[in-house]
């Protein structure tokens, strides 16, 4: 099972996780007592409740590069194109917009 930190700026929002049945994203419960706390998309807003789906969430899909810059981060990097969670949590450490996902190091952070 491979999980990505997701981050909202430099806050630590919640967590992307492949699970046997699809994908799951979770907000971290600090995260949800900010009072600064935005949802990492419009279509994902704050709750408790994790959003849950047999496929990767389009806003994480969309997240993930296309065209040249993924034929380029491709020949570097020798990975699946069809394998969505690993290019999350390989070419979306720095996005152009506010969201980032890391990958999950196990016992980093208390949710």
Same mark, same amino acid.
């Given at each position: 099972?491979?999980?990505?930190?997701?981050?909202?700026?430099?806050?630590?929002?919640?967590? +992307?996780?492949?699970?046997? /049945? !699809?994908?799951?994203?979770?907000?971290?419960?600090?995260? @949800?007592?900010? *009072?600064?706390? $935005?949802?990492?998309?419009?279509?994902?807003?704050?709750?408790?409740?994790?959003?849950?789906?047999?496929? +990767?969430?389009?806003?994480? /899909? !969309?997240?993930?590069?296309?065209?040249?810059?993924?034929? @380029?981060?491709? *020949?570097?990097? $020798?990975?699946?194109?069809?394998?969505?969670?690993?290019?999350?949590?390989?070419?979306?450490?720095?996005? +152009?917009?506010?969201?980032?996902?890391?990958?999950?190091?196990?016992?980093?952070?208390?949710?």
């Amino acid at each position: 099972m491979r999980s990505g930190y997701v981050y909202y700026r430099d806050e630590f929002a919640g967590i +992307i996780t492949e699970t046997s /049945d !699809g994908f799951k994203f979770t907000y971290n419960q600090a995260y @949800l007592k900010l *009072k600064s706390a $935005k949802p990492v998309s419009l279509t994902m807003p704050l709750r408790e409740l994790p959003y849950e789906s047999d496929t +990767i969430h389009p806003f994480f /899909d !969309g997240l993930i590069p296309e065209g040249w810059l993924l034929d @380029l981060a491709q *020949k570097n990097w $020798k990975f699946d194109r069809r394998d969505r969670m690993g290019l999350l949590l390989l070419l979306c450490n720095d996005t +152009i917009g506010a969201v980032s996902v890391k990958p999950a190091i196990t016992g980093a952070f208390n949710d």
